[in-house]
């Protein structure tokens, strides 16, 4: 490409074409102080105010963070999210660390953790560590360690368990029994109390 002066302007690297970027706070206030104009009287009062408060928010904020990077189980594992207006029948879902379903799941599946959302709905067979439901569930259901119903919850099937929460409003109806003694309790059980679970 031709580059004569007046016509065509030079071509930059990114680095050279972007403004600095600013690291810190800190940085940022010193650019600002040195930039600035002279204040009035009563106006510096003001901005050490809008520097401490900046300097606690950034804080804050990486605090929030780590807290964000405790939970390993959200952050990593392979994870497959059925959406809200999503209807998925007919399938096996192998090698899914955790499934949530917002939407329609008509499926088999043995993992680690399945969520069921309020308005989502599963019914199939599931072999899993840990059931969260806020949802449907309609089927044969295995939770090795524990099964969560919250209390938009309702469960139906062959219901098997490692242990059980059930919240005030969450039901739980069919075949259901504790994992460790395999005994099965029939018919329908409605909690509505939470010193009973």
Not at 6 to 18: A, D, L, M, Y
Not at 21 to 41: E, H, R
Not at 59 to 87: C, F, Y
Not at 111 to 132: C, H, L, M, P, T
């Amino acid at each position: 490409m031709l580059n004569k002066q007046g016509i065509f302007n030079r071509r930059t690297s990114p680095s050279e074409s972007q403004a600095p970027v600013l690291n810190s706070i800190s940085q940022l206030n010193t650019q600002a102080k040195t930039v600035s104009p002279p204040l009035m009287p009563g106006h510096q009062a003001a901005i050490e105010s809008a520097t401490s408060v900046n300097s606690h928010a950034s804080v804050a904020s990486s605090q929030n963070e780590q807290k964000a990077a405790v939970k390993p189980e959200t952050m990593s594992g392979n994870r497959l999210i059925v959406g809200p207006d999503v209807k998925l029948k007919g399938a096996e879902i192998q090698d899914c660390d955790m499934l949530v379903v917002e939407g329609r799941v008509e499926a088999t599946m043995d993992s680690r953790v399945i969520q069921i959302a309020q308005n989502g709905a599963f019914s199939g067979k599931v072999g899993i560590d840990v059931a969260e439901i806020y949802g449907n569930f309609d089927g044969e259901l295995t939770a090795r360690s524990q099964l969560i119903i919250h209390s938009s919850g309702r469960v139906s099937g062959k219901i098997r368990y490692g242990k059980i929460l059930i919240e005030e409003g969450g039901e739980l109806s069919g075949d259901i029994g504790a994992i460790s003694d395999d005994k099965s309790i029939l018919g329908k059980v409605r909690v509505s109390d939470k010193s009973l679970v």
